[in-house]
């Protein structure tokens, strides 16, 4: 009796942190977004017993690599993010791309069990499941699951997504402009991508000026899918402001990065977004 009434608890819990993620996203596409990505990972199950397994002090470090940590998500923490994704999608319904992030530092057999569990949302993409450096690892997940797989903010130059692509060990290549090389080496990834079937999104939670290269670069590259916006709910200036409608922004070819150098940093105003991550 006592673990039936902790699962409906916990399912309550879980329904309404699903609901309000769900709203929260609801938001953005009243406001023109057509694209969306959340978190879903081992930070909402902390805390709840029986949901992960993890060596003593695992969970508390941020700084050892996936494949190393000995974290593993049970049954019953997959099937709680699997209603917490559920709700979320009763929310926002199946119209609109949602992606997912964050999922923590979980080896590839729980990221594949949780990547299975989790196909039936039809999903836009898994992101950073694993390290970028484990091509091999990012075959298998590929191979394992029905969701595209993601990943690329964390590389520098073209050379390290070669493995990548080359075993077409990700569906989606995701640089971010600012630390991948530039302008023209991310649109060389982008070209070095399509040549392999692999669309390009770009990572984007920099400045304005990385926000207006990046939105150069996408216009210039074939098989860019979307830009990763981090900052779209503080827009308090009109010149940014009107050059943005429906989730979209305009690609000025005259003076665009000068205007966003005079004006200064306070075009975007980096505050807190509750876990939602706009694109």
């Known amino acids: ?109 729980s990221c594949i069990r949780l990547g299975k569990a989790l196909d039936q949302f039809s999903l836009a993409w898994y992101e950073d499941m694993i390290p970028w450096q484990f091509a091999d690892e990012w075959q298998r997940l590929a191979q394992a699951v029905d969701t595209p797989v993601c990943t690329g903010e964390d590389i520098y130059l073209k050379e390290d997504f070669l493995p990548l692509f080359e075993r077409r060990a990700i569906a989606v290549a995701h640089p971010d402009l600012a630390s991948s090389g530039g302008i023209l080496e991310t649109k060389k990834i982008g070209d070095l991508a399509q040549e392999h079937g692999i669309a390009m999104a770009l990572h984007m939670a920099m400045s304005p000026i990385a926000a207006l290269a990046s939105v150069h670069c996408a216009a210039a590259t074939q098989n860019f899918m979307v830009l990763e916006n981090h900052s779209v709910d503080q827009l308090e200036h009109a010149p940014c402001r009107g050059s943005r409608a429906a989730g979209q922004t305009t690609v000025h070819d005259t003076s665009g990065f000068q205007r966003i150098c005079l004006h200064g940093w306070n075009i975007f105003k980096m505050r807190n977004f509750a876990r939602v991550c706009p694109i």
């Open 1 to 109: 009796i006592r673990d039936a009434e902790e699962s409906r608890w916990l399912g309550d819990v879980y329904k309404r942190q699903g609901m309000e993620m769900g709203h929260r996203l609801k938001e953005r596409m009243d406001n023109g977004f057509g694209f969306l990505k959340m978190d879903v990972g081992i930070g909402l199950l902390r805390g709840i017993e029986g949901a992960l397994i993890a060596p003593p002090g695992m969970l508390e470090t941020h700084d050892i690599m996936h494949p190393f940590t000995g974290i593993q998500i049970t049954s019953k923490g997959i099937d709680l993010l699997c209603q917490y994704v559920a709700d979320v999608r009763e929310v926002i319904g199946y119209e609109v791309p949602l992606a997912v992030d964050h999922f923590g530092h979980i080896g590839v057999e």
